[in-house]
């Protein structure tokens, strides 16, 4: 039988609230509802519920209002666990307290949904029943959190030691874990599931954040802490466990670097739009357009009124206006950095998908391949972005910019199964030397080692050129593997090894941003670090407001197809654009579909 819903009064605030009766084991779930407003003084003490949906095909049965009723099975496991055996418990959950059936309803529900968890007396976050892996993945975690508390004088110095205190960049350790037989990684594999969309919300602007798993308790704050950890020490767990973790951590962290101060735990909010839909990109949503309608009320600049919350809005047009709108960075200028979020799964994707190539689906974080350092500047200067209180959802993006090339060889990709395989790593750097001394004949063979060594690296040196030293990182990284048999050890057993601290590092930096990449020439005799999809005919550009030089390839009909982002030796700090004069603004226009 479904609820009858009544109505809402929006000028008030209007929202319903379970008053989950008392009970115990499997009693039946039973509850009244009632409705509250925002604009109470004081507002009535209620707690938010976050909880993951999974998969709404399993139902239960719970009474409400007398009638008997049937939702989620996630949902009524939620309310079975936070159940008081003796008292009642007065409750806001979104799947029961708002009519879903109702998009008008939904709208104007989600346009307050931060007043309600932050006027709340707390939330709980129910992260499902423990199973075998729980207990060691909760010990984990107990003993991590008394390593933090070891190592930054109880948290004193933890904001300074997991990410630089300037540039905000993380900090990697070079140091491995204290008591490392004690912990059990691949627990924490599996409990690092990402939460749905409203649990991150939740977590953002309630007063406080209780985590609930089988019979385990605990802040969420801490969880956040063991996470930024893990990242900070995220060399020391690749000997261990798969890349899937270490990802998971990425997100958590990236997500949450700027929002959430992990010694406090309280949020700042999302000073660029760009920042919060990455953040929704990593959580799961029951609806696609909570990715830009869920966090709107913590993103700090102006929203034009078309990207408010209306789940009547076709999803397509509602992700290409928020693209656009993520295109603007805090100063206003242009930033098309946000392009390193566009992910293709395959040629025929890329080519044929309704989707437009340089819309993100923000559904899904991609951390291979890592991003190029922002440090770089290939279109020499970011212009001013469009005024924020335009509308544009058109579903193609032009830009200005020159050629660098075309893309006239190509390696095969490095793939992380391959990179895991010291062996199948010196096979792939084999491969992609022959590749280059064929395609390029003018240079000599040391000179050709060097330029290959500085774009695996990613050329993060200031002004971008070769390291001049005899021995390439290459070369050290090559004769490293072959003497071992292992990769290169994060610290290096002995300061004065040279050729070991260079191996490390050119692994480090293939680790980074070689992954899910190929080696690339240009007719023009570039160089560069591309996208796995690249091939020949693909046209590499420079343009304005992009850090890295973007590769789009022709389309059968008009226009091009964005590729992805490169990395090109000798480019990336505007040589390029530069070489069109001062004033230039961009000779060609391209549209991209």
Same mark, same amino acid.
């Given at each position: ?11 008030? =605030? ?28 004081? &507002? ?31 949902? &009524? ?26 998009? $008008? ?24 029943? $423990? ?20 190592? /930054? ?5 933890? =904001? ?160 290409? $206006? ?40 923000? /559904? ?16 020499? %200067? ?8 335009? /509308? ?18 190509? /390696? ?11 062996? =199948? ?6 491969? &992609? ?8 004949? %003018? ?34 990284l090559l004769q490293h593997l072959r003497e071992k048999g292992i990769p290169p050890p994060a610290l290096a057993p002995d ?51 992009s850090p890295w030089p973007l590769v789009l390839r022709p389309h059968a009909e008009r226009g091009f197809r964005f590729v ?24 060609? &226009?391209?549209?991209?579909?």
């Open positions: 039988m479904a609820h009858t819903y009544g109505p809402l009064c929006v000028e008030d =605030g209007e929202f319903r609230l379970l008053e989950l009766q008392p009970g115990s084991g499997e009693d039946m779930i039973t509850c009244t509802m009632r409705s509250t407003s925002l604009a109470e003084q004081p &507002v009535c003490q209620y707690e938010t519920i976050s909880y993951c949906w999974g998969d709404l095909a399993p139902e239960a049965r719970l009474e409400l209002d007398g009638n008997e009723l049937i939702i989620p099975a996630s949902a &009524v496991a939620a309310l079975r666990r936070v159940r008081l055996p003796d008292r009642t418990r007065l409750l806001f959950l979104d799947v029961l307290c708002i009519d879903q059936t109702n998009l $008008e309803e939904r709208a104007q529900q989600v346009s307050i949904m931060n007043d309600i968890y932050s006027s709340s007396a707390g939330n709980l976050i129910y992260l499902g029943e $423990e199973d075998t892996s729980t207990g060691p993945a909760v010990r984990t975690i107990r003993l991590l959190y008394d390593e933090i508390l070891h190592e /930054t004088d109880n948290l004193v110095a933890l =904001g300074s030691t997991v990410a630089d205190p300037d540039t905000r960049n993380a900090n990697r350790s070079q140091v491995g874990f204290r008591n490392r037989d004690e912990l059990d990684f691949e627990a924490l594999d599996s409990f690092f599931g990402l939460p749905r969309l409203w649990v991150t919300l939740e977590t953002l602007v309630a007063p406080s954040n209780q985590a609930l798993c089988g019979t385990h308790s605990f802040s969420l704050v801490e969880l956040l802490r063991v996470s930024a950890w893990l990242h900070y020490k995220s060399f020391h767990i690749q000997k261990y466990v798969p890349n899937s973790i270490n990802n998971r951590l990425w997100t958590w962290w990236v997500a949450l670097d700027e929002q959430v101060d992990p010694v406090a735990g309280q949020c700042g909010g999302f000073q660029t739009f760009a920042q919060m839909l990455s953040y929704a990109s990593s959580r799961g949503a029951s609806d696609e357009r909570d990715r830009v309608y869920a966090l709107h009320k913590l993103f700090q600049g102006p929203l034009p009124p078309s990207l408010l919350p209306d789940y009547r809005r076709p999803l397509v047009e509602l992700m290409c $206006e928020a693209t656009r709108r993520a295109f603007i960075d805090v100063d206003g200028n242009l930033d098309l950095g946000v392009l390193h979020h566009v992910h293709h799964a395959s040629q025929q994707e890329l080519e044929l998908s309704a989707w437009p190539s340089w819309v993100p689906t923000w /559904t899904e974080y991609h951390n291979d391949p890592g991003t190029f350092p922002e440090s770089f500047c290939a279109g020499a %200067h970011s212009p001013r972005a469009p005024d924020a209180s335009d /509308t544009d959802s058109s579903a193609e993006l032009v830009v200005r910019g020159c050629v660098v090339g075309t893309v006239d060889t190509v /390696t095969d990709a490095l793939s992380d199964r391959v990179f895991q395989c010291w062996e =199948g790593l010196d096979t792939w750097i084999q491969s &992609v030397e022959e590749r280059i001394d064929q395609w390029d004949r %003018h240079r000599n063979e040391p000179s050709r080692k060097r330029l290959l060594s500085a774009v695996l690296e990613a050329a993060t040196s200031e002004n971008g050129t070769a390291n001049q030293d005899p021995k390439t990182g290459l070369e050290c300061e004065e090894d040279a050729v070991a601290t260079r191996a490390r590092s050119m692994y480090d930096k293939i680790w980074l941003y070689g992954i899910e990449r190929l080696v690339f020439g240009t007719h023009t005799g570039s160089l560069g670090l591309g996208p796995a999809l690249t091939r020949k005919g693909d046209v590499v550009v420079a343009v304005p407001g992805g982002e490169a990395y090109v030796y000798g480019v990336m700090y505007g040589e390029a654009v530069k070489a069109h004069g001062a004033g230039w603004s961009g000779d060609e &226009v391209f549209t991209i579909r």
